[in-house]
Nanobody, 119 residues
């Protein structure tokens, strides 16, 4: 059973920083592409940042220059460093990864981490 477990969410003031972590556990061969999504109250889920297994990154325009996605393959962990947060960044953040289990590749989601930006 493969699981993605997120941590690092919380309450932060505007202009502050948080780092989200997402650890993959269970029995699997390798992790392919990874990404972070978010969903604000009453809004649809949207992609925030993506990171391919080859190391290429892409970011939504609204986080460019503020957020950084990275991963530690030895720890099966993907990170989202969030700087200069503003109230519009308030949302539940979800990690997503495509993971090889057996002979197939499958998408997995974390349970979500609440990020609240407020003064």
């Amino acid at each position: 059973q493969v699981q993605l477990v997120e941590s690092g969410g919380g309450l932060v003031q505007p202009g502050g920083s948080l780092r989200l972590s997402c650890v993959a556990s269970g029995s699997f061969f390798s992790i392919g592409g990874t990404a972070w999504y978010r969903q604000g109250a009453g809004k649809e889920r949207e992609v925030v940042a993506g990171l391919t297994s080859g190391g290429n990154t892409n970011y939504a325009n609204f986080v460019k220059g503020r957020f950084t996605i990275s991963r530690d393959n030895a720890k099966n962990t993907v990170y989202l460093q969030m700087n200069n947060l503003n109230v519009n960044d308030t949302a539940i953040y979800y990690c997503n990864a495509v993971i090889r289990v057996g002979v197939g590749w499958y998408p997995y989601w974390g349970q979500g981490a609440q990020v609240t930006v407020s003064s």
